[in-house]
């Protein structure tokens, strides 16, 4: 009952964008958005910046979450409710805050050049995606019981360096791509961020489209959610992998003893 | 000097006072536990020793090398934790490899001795599972022989055996002590399971509130206990309430009955003493040798198997008995009438209980 709330309006979208040519199924749709060179233009540029705020969150949200589990465990709830605030704040709110904080009469006017509101745009992602990126990693952390894991690396000898390099990360790697995947479905299709800066990202493409045109809008949708699913189950694959194991076990065996027989 | 030289360690977390004044000198090879009840200051001891605290006051020493301002990875110290702390991302194999693998050993040599040490924990056939395949007990053989790959200096283990059920626990503790007399090295085991100290070790560190409270050998540990602590923290005690008639004779008065210990005592006449009896040093039938016997009532009898522990009440006291039970002669039933009995110098003179409360 509840999933059809979610599916039949789904299925209806996913049909509706077939119905481009009268009388007829056909991707038309489809391939008239995939041939329109602006959604090319905006669908890499919002690829770029979501790949930039995964890049820097992890950055800044690994080592932060290794420090305080590490050396300031009574801080954790702190930087816990830190994290949060980008759930509770709009982003409506961040980016008239940011527009004021770097706008062109401050004293970092980061707004007047495009590589500076780029920086901006990816610096607001980063802020938008630190719930889920921090839950991840700190989640992650908890699973492996980070703090004996550096004892006993650092008693057998390794420096911190390659503790962090060799034991931390490598155990980590699963639930930062959890994050990332989680940064990367926040960012894409993100509006209200991109648009009041006036970047040609995905999100507001999307909406443009969705208020001149009928059968493309549907076809986008269509598509944007086949990508957040696809997000989704690669998320579930990395994340449940065991170490040791191929990432999709059944499917590399199955390709291995073709290549043998 | 010894090998491994702790003096005047102590160590306070903010106001909170953890381990104070504590001195240990241990030898070449030697097996020594840390003993004491929980939070008494047993794993931070363990842990500035391994470096991974740093001690408010006093000096670390091992191998005549002063480590107390070194950092863990430079201290050449082997940790066993109670959570086994395997490295989930690497197999047996490369769990043990790590340490040698960081000294810069090259390849053949260190597949050689990785071999060597998993054969002598009897995981050979398990190299190449990872920590997730493997029970518990297989997981702290990975890790103790992950811990003496790269011949550490000294061995620390932190309670290795809580976390396994009590079978694996006996045959594990069996093992990582044949493990350690091959090898001769020397040893710091923290638990606070008594057996465990005392069937595995040269020497126990009896510890209470970060003090040490006692240091001796296990039999003297529980034959000889220095204090009230630890006379009633290792073994089961039965205490009597006497008074002092000659200190220096060593006549005291248990209910009214005149009792020669054989020793001095030191309380002055008229104080009041607490004594103590083992409960296998009680008797019941068999009373030939006993210097004092009493009459009793049987209240609870317990079989257990080799053991048979009997609760009675004499002379206004209950007191619990040890003894092995006989082929071929059933267990006296409770409520039955009996003599006991026990010999004057098996009683255990405890020290007095201090006046003011602190
Ligand atoms: N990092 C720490 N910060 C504050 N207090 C600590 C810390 N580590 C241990 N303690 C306190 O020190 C006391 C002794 O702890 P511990 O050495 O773990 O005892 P044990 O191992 O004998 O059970 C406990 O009261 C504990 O709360
Ligand atoms: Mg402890």
Redesign the interface.
Known sequence: MAASYFLVPLYATFQFSLQMQRGQWSFEAYRVVLGDQRFLNTISYSALASLAAIIVGALIVVPTAYWVRLKLPRLRPVIEFVTLLPLIIPPIVLVFGYIRMYGSSSLLPLTVSDAGTNLLMVMGYVVLSLPYMYRAVDNGMAV??IA??T?????????RL?TVL??IF??LRSAIISGAFLTFSISFGEFVLASLLNRDAFGPYLVLIGQDRAYEPAALASMTFALTWGCMVLMQLYANR???QRLLPRLFARIKGKSQS | MSYLSISGVTKSFGSNLVVQGFDLEVERGEFVSLLGPSGCGKTTMLRIV???ESPSAGRVVMSGEDVTNL?????????V?Q?Y?L?????VFENVA??LK??GIPRPELERRVAELLEMVGLSALK?R?S?QLSGGQQQRV?LA??LA?RPRVL?LDEPLSALDAQIRVSLRTEMRQIQRELGITTLFVTHDQEEALSMSDRVVVMNGGRVEQVDVPHRIYQAPATRFVAGFVGALNLFEAKVINAAKGTVALSGVEIALGRKVPHKAGEAITLALRPEALRHGGLEDCDVVLPAILSDVEFLGSVLRLRASAGGATVMIDSFSTAGTAPPVPGSATTIGFRASDLLVLDPVPAQAG
Not at chain 1, 151 to 159: I, R
Not at chain 2, 72 to 79: A, L
């Open positions: 492996i019981n004996t894991l004892e006993a690396a650092e008693s057998l000898g390794a420096s390659r060799s034991v490598p155990n065991k170490p040791g | 391994a470096g991974f950092t863990p990875n430079k201290r050449r110290v082997g940790m934790f959570s702390a490295f989930p991302n690497m197999s790590f340490g960081i000294a190449d990872y997730y890790a992950r811990a790269p620390l």
